[in-house]
């Protein structure tokens, strides 16, 4: 293999790797935006909705965990039925933490997330059950042997069907925000509550939608994830890898989350192939928060974040 | 109207349907006019769009509003004036429901409201500008005006996530709307500006520009000329009496600058530290000696 095609590889499963973090940023920039609040159970919420996804899959018995296949789902029903679990759970965020928090501080608010997580991650712990799970959607696994024969360049299939899933959710998500009534109306009560008030946006019912909406991409990033590496419960951690993401493209910015997901996945894989060797190695662990941190001292509002953060 | 309820009646019909406090539809303005209490107001011919009556507001022990009583009549332009504190802004925000009245009632179309919220209050017909500018920073002027007819569009979520067929249809037609509200505004020309670098005066015209987009029955102007120079309390002076004089819009407005209020409104409520204290034409306020004392202080002697 030559030293290029070499470079090519590492780039993109940089690449790739950034758009699984992207995936988990895009839900965190999507309720930050409609809500000024910081949501910590991002990550748990993919994990959550992994769980669902591979139960009903499974046809596991809620809180028995006992397997029965005359209950097993289709993969397209159990998706549907995971995403209106995700809606529901929308409605009872709204109704349980957010109607009685209103008008309250963002710290207060980012505080309820952090319990969420920890009710989410019990929740799916008690319905669902603690070990590691096979997801098994159908989609394709393994190395692309076309990329393998023309480009002699190694490319899972897996991570190939993320980038192209994440693209087109990021586009519909796009247009749904800049073009339509409702996502006029998300943007507006992230800009002033009262004034989304007195035009007659109801602001229970725009939270619910960007909650269902951050639930469905967190479906989304916990297939991706999971097809890769199984439903586990450490799944919940990649939030913290979306935080340098979120740092670099600027909480407010759908394109920053995309952008910086594809930096730090192709950062950390160059990093740790090229400068690796001369520090012993390990840099893909830290390299992320090292760049966010450089970021936080020069242009703290990320690249493309509308304003200095105040708020987390 | 329920015509055969008389004005002696009206209390007991009102107690009668406690039980549903919120959709009386005892006549309103009736009720309001047998309320002689405080200065008398003028002769109002037209109907009453809105009648305020005995609301009382507190902020724990802050009294915010104390027992006020007035009315709209539709198509008219209402001033409501007073020195700072006095609560202006308060009435306002119980008007549109912001804030909830802990006594007293209003009736807006003939139909009692005890707890209105805001949603509800849009939906009803009632539009808002602010003290503060209160827009969408972030947006242009276009979508920030677009906001406006959130109430009136109804295609489901589904078909505004394909942005296709029914949704992309009603969009361009209340797109049109509002391209005749930018027409009227003479904003044409920041159309596609972000709002946030906009210089205050335009800002304000925008703002109005949402409100209007909402084709109000009742527009709350929060001292829309706070701020602006001559020229352009001119250009807003000249907005607001064509806003009255060609859709038949009943305004409430509440300025600082008497010239202004004077020429404009048809008739001024006066308030002072949450007390009614005068109500009349522009002339009769004017005279009235709690007016003038509110405004430049009693002499001691």
Not at chain 1, 158 to 183: M, P, S
Not at chain 1, 196 to 213: P, R
Not at chain 2, 180 to 193: A, C, G, N, P
Request: hydrophobic share 50%; charged share 20%.
């Amino acid at each position: 293999m030559t030293e290029f095609s070499f470079f090519i590889e590492a780039v993109l499963s940089g690449l790739m790797a950034g758009v699984m973090y992207s995936l988990v940023a895009l839900g965190f920039v999507l309720i930050f935006k409609a809500s000024g609040v910081f949501n910590f159970a991002q990550g748990v919420m993919a994990l959550f909705a992994g769980l669902t996804l591979v139960g009903l899959l499974q046809g596991t018995i809620p809180f028995i965990h006992t397997n029965n296949p005359a209950f097993a789902l289709p993969p397209w029903a159990a998706i549907l039925v995971t995403v209106a679990v995700m809606v529901v759970l929308a409605i009872l965020i709204e109704r349980l933490m957010l109607r009685p928090l209103v008008n309250q501080e963002e710290i207060i608010l980012f505080m309820a997330t952090l319990g969420l997580a920890y009710v989410l991650e019990g929740a799916g712990d008690i319905l669902w059950g603690s070990d590691v799970k096979v997801l098994d959607l159908g989609l394709p696994q393994g190395a692309s042997d076309w990329m393998l024969d023309t480009f002699n360049i190694y490319v899972e299939k897996i991570e190939v069907v993320a980038a192209v899933t994440a693209g087109i959710l990021v586009t519909v998500l796009a247009i749904f925000f800049q073009k339509t009534r409702i996502g006029r109306a998300l943007r507006a009560v992230a800009d002033d509550h009262q004034a989304a008030l007195s035009v007659g946006i109801s602001l229970s019912t725009i939270w619910i939608i960007v909650w269902s909406v951050a639930g469905i991409v967190a479906l989304v990033a916990g297939i991706m994830w999971g097809a890769k590496s199984g439903i586990q419960f450490s799944l919940s951690l990649i939030a913290l890898k979306a935080l340098p993401v979120l740092i670099l493209g600027g909480f407010t910015s759908i394109p920053g989350a995309i952008v910086g997901g594809l930096i730090i996945g192709v950062g950390e894989k160059l990093a740790e192939i090229y400068a690796g060797p001369y520090v012993g190695g390990a840099i893909e662990n830290w390299f992320a928060y090292m760049l966010a941190l450089v970021f936080l001292l020069f242009r703290p509002q990320g690249l493309f974040g509308e304003k200095i953060i105040e708020r987390v | 109207m329920n015509a055969e309820v008389t004005t002696a009646e009206a209390p007991a019909a009102a107690a009668a349907v406690a039980d549903a406090p919120e959709n009386d539809t005892a006549p309103a303005e009736e009720r309001a006019a047998g309320h002689g209490a405080g200065a008398a107001p003028a002769p109002a011919p037209k109907e009453t769009l809105l009648a305020v009556e005995d609301v009382s507001l507190a902020f724990g022990g802050v009294k915010a509003l104390q027992n006020v009583s007035f009315d709209i009549a539709k198509g008219e332009i209402r001033a409501i004036i007073g020195p700072n504190g006095a609560g202006k802004t308060s009435m306002l925000n119980v008007i549109n429901g912001f804030y909830h009245p802990q006594e007293g009632r209003i009736a807006f179309k003939g139909q009692l409201r005890r707890r209105m919220r805001p949603h509800f209050a849009a939906a009803q017909g009632i539009a808002r500008t602010f003290q503060n500018v209160a827009l969408f920073r972030g947006m242009t002027t276009l979508d920030n005006i677009m906001t406006g007819r959130a109430l009136k569009m109804r295609r489901g979520i589904l078909w505004q996530a394909l942005h296709w067929g029914p949704a992309r249809r009603e969009e361009l037609e209340h797109r049109e709307f509002v391209e005749h509200v930018i027409d009227f505004l003479e904003i044409e020309h920041i159309r596609k500006t972000p709002v946030g670098r906009l210089p205050y005066g335009l800002q304000k015209r925008v703002e109005l520009g949402r409100a209007l987009a909402m084709e109000p029955d009742l527009l709350l102007l929060d001292e829309p000329m706070a701020g602006m120079n001559l020229e352009e309390k001119e250009d807003m002076s000249r907005f607001i009496i064509d806003v009255n004089e060609q859709f038949g819009t009943t305004i409430a407005l509440i300025e600082h600058d008497m010239g202004v209020v004077m020429d404009l409104s048809d008739r001024v409520v006066v308030l002072d530290h949450g007390e009614k204290i005068a109500d009349g034409t522009p002339e009769e306020v004017q005279a009235d000696r709690r007016v003038i004392d509110a405004y430049l202080g009693v002499p001691n002697d």
